[in-house]
């Protein structure tokens, strides 16, 4: 995924959510890998309760500083970061994430 790679990461947990619950209804989902978006999955669908570990979240105030301070890095390729619309576009898209993912 070289492009948009938080959204398909999560949607791509959302369709393994749903791959395991096709087969089974757990009583206690934990999540240890990150997958944020499956928590509500299991949640509502299963009635799971629901717990999770986060050591490196999806996105952090690191990775928008970055973009901001349009700072060529692993999340921010130089295309980007040398041009200002690019860095705006991905600012909103970065935000946006982020609330969702909060």
């Not at 070289?2 to 791509?12: A, K, M, R």
């Not at 997958?35 to 999770?52: D, E, H, N």
Request: net charge positive; with cysteine; glycine share 8%.
């Amino acid at each position: 995924w070289p492009y948009f790679t938080l959204i398909g990461q999560s949607i791509g947990s959302v369709v393994l959510g749903f791959e395991a619950l096709w087969r089974l209804f757990p009583d206690v989902y934990i999540d240890t890998m990150g997958y944020a978006f499956t928590l509500p999955l299991f949640k509502w669908i299963a009635g799971s309760r629901v717990g999770c570990y986060v050591h490196y979240p999806t996105i952090s105030t690191d990775m928008l500083d970055k973009v901001k301070g349009r700072r060529a890095d692993f999340n921010n390729r130089s295309i980007v970061s040398n041009s200002r619309l690019l860095t705006c576009c991905k600012l909103i898209y970065y935000r946006l994430f982020a609330r969702i993912y909060g």
